[in-house]
């Protein structure tokens, strides 16, 4: 008999496994932000001059779409066209358990909720001065909130598949996207010789998205290191003397 519930136990054990499994297969390529249409937005009313925008990426790194990217791309021609002072751009990489979602701009302690509030904060006394926030999203939660095996299991089910799925992130695409965004503020902004240094630019990854941020950025360094090192003819053949 005990053996018996011995091979329950471990058939029930198996059985959440798999259910996990599946759950994950099945939000990996899920659009978490449900209102693209408002993609790039003023913070509050009281805020003028604060505007944010989202892109949104896949547990490959990939961009669930690019015009998320296209959008943020053009409010910052925009507002190189239309304001004379200064740009701080703030790009904001979430981590664990956190996403693009409606339940995440909801919840009081969501990243995407808290983030408006955060680029409040790079706020200057001068009107012509602009604060633009990047919000680069992933699958941080990988789990519907309200998910039976999440509330039963959070937080610790979903660390190891996040942790894997933050290393993906950082793939070329990701990549691109971030230093797209950082050149367009730089280039944009300061396209005026009469006024340069007109941008200020802040990249913050929390949690794991700190972890996302330095892969990313590690491999551009590298990248365009090796790109100024003199070439070499690695055809040549050496001999033994």
């Not at 994950?24 to 001059?49: D, F, G, I, T, W």
């Not at 002072?85 to 409606?102: F, I, M, P």
């Not at 330095?214 to 365009?224: F, I, T, V, W």
Request: one cysteine or more; proline letters at 4%.
């Amino acid at each position: 008999m005990r053996r018996l519930r011995r091979i329950g136990n471990v058939v029930n054990l198996f059985a959440v496994v798999v259910a996990v499994a599946l759950a994950l297969a099945c939000a990996s390529r899920m659009k978490m932000y449900v209102n693209p249409e408002h993609v790039v937005q003023v913070a509050r009313p009281e805020h003028p001059n604060v505007a944010w925008s989202i892109v949104e990426f896949d547990d490959q790194g990939l961009m669930f779409d690019s015009a998320q990217l296209d959008r943020a791309l053009a409010k910052l021609r925009e507002l190189a066209r239309t304001k004379a002072g200064h740009l701080r751009l703030v790009v904001y990489v979430h981590g664990w358990k956190h996403d693009a979602s409606e339940e995440d701009a909801e919840d009081k302690n969501g990243n995407l909720r808290q983030f408006p509030l955060l680029l409040e904060q790079f706020e200057s006394d001068d009107a012509d001065d602009q604060v633009f926030g990047l919000y680069m999203a992933w699958r941080g939660e990988a789990l519907g909130r309200d998910e039976p095996v999440n509330k039963l299991f959070q937080p610790w089910i979903t660390f190891f598949s996040r942790i894997r799925a933050a290393g993906r992130v950082a793939r070329p695409s990701f990549t691109e996207a971030l230093l797209s965004v950082l050149t367009a503020a730089e280039l944009e902004f300061n396209a005026d010789p009469l006024q340069p240094d007109r941008t200020t630019s802040v990249v913050i990854g929390h949690s794991m998205g700190g972890y996302i941020v330095e892969e990313a950025l590690s491999k551009a360094m590298l990248g365009s290191l090796f790109a100024q090192l003199p070439a070499v003819n690695v055809s040549k053949k050496y001999h033994a003397s």
